[in-house]
Each structure stands twice: as structure tokens, then as C-alpha cells.
């Protein structure tokens, strides 16, 4: 069974920075991608992707990130990060981390986190 679990959200001050932590465990064999995802603005029930990290090392920022937050990952630990720098208020949301994994018995798992919250005080 796999299981991705968050840690790292909180409550900062505009202008601040958070990261956040996604790791993942289960008899993984690869990644295919790993990513964030929060609430879309006037959307209610749709996610939209933050940032993503593709096996390739392909990464997509939506546009109102680029330039403050950054994707990484660490392969050896099956674990995505998000650096958030520059915090601003609409950066409030839950934060949910998605994946793909090819695991160890040849099959493919794409989940979802448990989401952390992440709370930008003006």
C-alpha cells in the first residue's frame, strides 16, 4: 500500500516563506510525477496544479507561482517539496500533494495526500 503524507503548512506573514514536505512510502519501484495542487480561485470542488515535477524532470508552474515557488525532489526518499517564498494572502489553501508511482509488483498507483494547510496573513 502506498501512502503520501504532507507535513510543512502553517500560518505565515506576507512575504513569507513555508515548504512543504510530500513523502511518500510503499513498495514504490519509480516515480512518474509528483506534484501540489490547491483549490481553484471561483471553482469550488476543482483543484488546479501549483507545480509539477514529471520523472523527466519536466516541471509546470501555474502562473500566479512562477518566480516564488520552486518544486524539487529527492529521489532517494520518494519525497517532493514545494519552497513557497514571497507569500501573499491569495496563496491561502489547502495544499494537497498528488502522484504517480510505477510500483514493485509492475502495477501503477496515482493518490493523493491527506493536504496541509497553508494560511498568509496580510
Known amino acids: 500500500q502506498v501512502q503520501l503524507v504532507e507535513s510543512g503548512g502553517g500560518l505565515v506573514q506576507a512575504g513569507g516563506s513555508l515548504r512543504l514536505s510530500c513523502a511518500a512510502s510503499g513498495s514504490i519501484s519509480s516515480i512518474n510525477y509528483m506534484g501540489w495542487y490547491r483549490r481553484a480561485p471561483g471553482k469550488q470542488g476543482e483543484l488546479v496544479a501549483v507545480?509539477?515535477?514529471?520523472?523527466?524532470?519536466?516541471?509546470n508552474y501555474v502562473d500566479s507561482v512562477k518566480g516564488r515557488f520552486t518544486i524539487s525532489r529527492d529521489n532517494a526518499k520518494n519525497t517532493v517539496y514545494l519552497r513557497m517564498n514571497s507569500l501573499k494572502p491569495e496563496d491561502t489553501d489547502v495544499y494537497y500533494c498528488?502522484?504517480?508511482?510505477?510500483?514493485?509488483?509492475?502495477?501503477?498507483?496515482?493518490?493523493w495526500g491527506q493536504g496541509t494547510q497553508v494560511t498568509v496573513s496580510s
Open positions: 507545480a509539477v515535477l514529471t520523472s523527466g524532470g519536466s516541471i
Open positions: 498528488n502522484a504517480q508511482f510505477y510500483l514493485s509488483d509492475g502495477s501503477t498507483w496515482d493518490g
